[in-house]
């Protein structure tokens, strides 16, 4: 039997291995230097609550969408943040019957994960429960497709495709107006893997993915054959947890070039083309890379920060003030990198020196996946629902 393992027990493990569990983490001292407003707040159910889920909103134009583990999916406007439509996945067929109705229904759990995407005009998500759905513009429902294994990233979308990766290691294409399936990819996957893959990325007609056994490669985007693989973590080690080399962060392709990193790895630039290795540097993480320019935003396995140049792979900063507390990966906003953490705070970089700037106190229940932008407005979802819009001037 393969094992999956992301709890939070077993996770806390990997990335704090060799401190003490005694050991008092204290936040670093910030000059604050700007002050990040509160556009408005709202609340998505109840959001993921203790599960290790990567669900996040996404900003489309005027709209915000976002969605909750036990299957609410909502659209409130940017603006002002007014509820536009709810959908409800655990209503039958997703009847437009339950449509805008207040109360939430305590049927079964539909168990949304992965996050939202959309294009084709239309809004795709998938389930752990491994159904992939597509819903309007209007939240009306398209079409809902069952594939093979848990849907734990947000769908890939380009080249008229669908792209789903699945926690049993395949990777699936799916038609966008109809969810028929267009072709399937599996990798085979170790016997023990952290509990989070790769999301995919479509790029100049291939499908970029990371596996469970440290590989990254490339899919031919019209029919599905593998066109390169190529080792960014390295099994070593005498045991199953040892030798965990999952990509579970979601590669970086700019300019014919991309960029993967691996736990228990190393960061590494590879041709687009040829997955020829331009460059590799020993850093390790599964959280997912920012960039903006040619400089890389890593947050690693234990929460170091790095500013690394895309063109050498030559650091350019390091912050270390979050090392060994639970973060997020890294967002940046402006001339700003923001993180969030398992406490609820946002931690405020300047992204051109690695210093801390600002620190908001949020929400509780603290950040499991990093904050998402459009470059006018930063969007935080914390565990528990709660969706905050900041803004800097």
Not at 40 to 68: C, M, Q, R
Not at 240 to 248: E, N, P, Q, T
Not at 352 to 357: K, L, R, Y
Request: hydrophobic content about 40%; charged content about 20%.
């Amino acid at each position: 039997m393969k094992l999956q393992v992301k709890q939070a027990l077993l996770l806390a493990t990997l990335v704090l291995a060799g401190c003490s569990s005694k050991e008092k983490l204290v936040l670093p001292q910030v000059n604050t230097s700007i002050y990040p407003s509160v556009v408005w707040e709202k609340s998505i159910d109840s959001g993921v609550g203790h599960f290790e889920s990567n669900l996040t909103p996404i900003i489309v134009k005027d709209t915000v969408y976002a969605a909750s583990r036990a299957g609410l999916v909502t659209a409130f406007d940017l603006e002002t943040g007014k509820r536009k439509w709810q959908f409800d996945l655990r209503k039958p067929a997703g009847s437009s019957f339950w449509q805008g109705i207040g109360d939430v229904w305590s049927g079964d759990n539909a168990r949304i994960s992965g996050g939202l995407s959309f294009g084709y005009d239309k809004l795709y998500f998938g389930t752990e429960n491994g159904d992939v759905v597509a819903l309007s513009a209007d939240g009306e429902l398209v079409w809902r497709t069952e594939v093979s294994g848990e849907v734990l990233v947000k769908p890939a979308i380009g080249e008229g495709l669908v792209v789903v990766a699945t926690g049993a290691g395949k990777i699936i294409a799916l038609h966008p107006d109809t969810g028929e399936q267009r072709w399937q990819f599996e990798n085979e996957q170790p016997s023990l893997t952290l509990r989070g893959i790769s999301e995919p990325v479509v790029e100049a007609g291939g499908i970029i993915y990371g596996s469970g056994s440290g590989q990254v490669g490339v899919l031919i985007s019209e029919r599905g054959y593998q066109a390169w693989e190529e080792a960014v973590g390295v099994p070593s080690g005498t045991t199953d947890l040892s030798r965990l080399a999952d990509v579970d962060a979601k590669p970086l392709v700019r300019g014919g070039t991309v960029f993967s990193t691996a736990y228990n790895g190393s960061l590494v630039a590879l041709e687009l083309r040829t997955g020829r290795q331009l460059w590799k540097r020993d850093y390790s993480s599964f959280r997912n890379m920012a960039m903006s320019g040619d400089t890389i935003y890593l947050v690693d396995s234990v929460g170091r920060i790095y500013a690394i140049d895309s063109r050498s792979g030559t650091e350019q900063w390091a912050q270390f003030g979050l090392n060994k507390h639970n973060v997020t990966g890294a967002t940046v906003y402006k001339d700003y990198l923001v993180i969030g953490d398992s406490k609820g705070n946002l931690h405020w970089l300047n992204r051109e020196t690695g210093d801390f700037v600002a620190r908001q106190s949020m929400d509780s229940s603290g950040f499991y996946t990093e904050a998402v932008t459009n470059g006018t407005y930063l969007l935080v979802q914390s565990r528990n629902g709660e969706l905050v819009l900041l803004q800097t001037p």
